[in-house]
T-cell receptor, first 110, second 113 residues
Framework: QKEVEQDPGPLSVPEGAIVSLNCTYS??????FMWYRQYSRKGPELLMY????GNKEDGRFTAQVDKSSKYISLFIRDSQPSDSATYLC??????????FGQGTRLTINP | NAGVMQNPRHLVRRRGQEARLRCSPM?????VYWYRQLPEEGLKFMVY????????ESGMPKERFSAEFPKEGPSILRIQQVVRGDSAAYFC???????????FGPGTRLTVT
C-alpha cells in the first residue's frame, strides 16, 4: 500500500467550476501536508501547506486536512484555464523527505 | 532572487555511461533534496544533503547512485553505468532550514538509449 494515494485522473471541468482534488494517506505520523502544482515539463511549484488538521485559504485555493480520516483536499474556486496542470499532494512526518501522491492531471476547459 | 537551478535540463546517455546531474540551491538555502519522477508516477525521495554531509539516503538505490553537496559548488547526483530503467526526470529541491517548505528546480530529464 502506498503511503499517499491520489487518483491520477485525468479530471476535466469547465471554466468557472469548483474543483475538488483529494488524497488519502496511511501513515499516522504525517503532520505536514502540501499541495504542489506541476505544469508539463516543469518542476513542481509549492502551492499551499498545512500543519495537522484544519483549513487554509489562499485566494481561490483552499487546502483541507482531516487527520481522523487521513484525508487531504484541495479546492479551487472559479477555476481558470491557467489552472490546468498536474496537482501533487505530499506529506511528511518531519521536515526531510516528502512523500508524494501520484498526481492528478487537471484540465480546465474554456 | 534566482530559484533552484539544475543542469543540464536534458541529458542523453548510452547504457553503461555515467550521468552527472547538478543542482544549485536557492541563495541562502543549505539543505538539498533529490527526487526522481518516473513516467506516470509521482516523485520519489532519493537523498537529503546538507553542506558536506549526507543526512538521509534511504531512497537511493544501493548501487550505482551517489550524491554529494560539497562546501563549494553545486550538489551532484551521479549515476554510474546507467541502464534504461534510470530514464526519468530528476528534480532537486532546496530549503533554507530543516523545513517541509521545499522549492523545486526545473528538473533534469535523463534518457538512456
Amino acid at each position: 500500500q502506498k503511503e499517499v494515494e491520489q487518483d491520477p485522473g485525468p479530471l476535466s471541468v469547465p471554466e468557472g467550476a469548483i474543483v475538488s482534488l483529494n488524497c488519502t494517506y496511511s501513515n499516522s505520523a504525517f503532520q505536514y501536508f502540501m499541495w504542489y502544482r506541476q505544469y508539463s515539463r516543469k518542476g513542481p511549484e509549492l502551492l499551499m501547506y498545512t500543519y495537522s488538521s484544519g483549513n487554509k485559504e489562499d485566494g481561490r485555493f483552499t487546502a483541507q486536512v482531516d487527520k481522523s480520516s487521513k484525508y487531504i483536499s484541495l479546492f479551487i474556486r472559479d477555476s481558470q484555464p491557467s489552472d490546468s496542470a498536474t496537482y501533487l499532494c505530499a506529506a511528511t512526518s518531519g521536515a526531510q523527505k516528502l512523500v508524494f501522491g501520484q498526481g492528478t492531471r487537471l484540465t480546465i476547459n474554456p | 532572487n534566482a530559484g533552484v537551478m539544475q543542469n543540464p535540463r536534458h541529458l542523453v546517455r548510452r547504457r553503461g555511461q555515467e550521468a552527472r546531474l547538478r543542482c544549485s540551491p536557492m541563495k541562502g538555502h543549505s539543505h538539498v533534496y533529490w527526487y526522481r519522477q518516473l513516467p506516470e508516477e509521482g516523485l520519489k525521495f532519493m537523498v537529503y544533503l546538507q553542506k558536506e554531509n549526507i543526512i538521509d539516503e534511504s531512497g537511493m538505490p544501493k548501487e550505482r547512485f551517489s550524491a554529494e553537496f560539497p562546501k563549494e559548488g553545486p550538489s551532484i547526483l551521479r549515476i554510474q553505468q546507467v541502464v534504461r530503467g534510470d530514464s526519468a526526470a530528476y528534480f532537486c529541491a532546496s530549503s533554507p532550514t530543516l523545513t517541509y517548505e521545499q522549492y523545486f528546480g526545473p528538473g533534469t530529464r535523463l534518457t538512456v538509449t
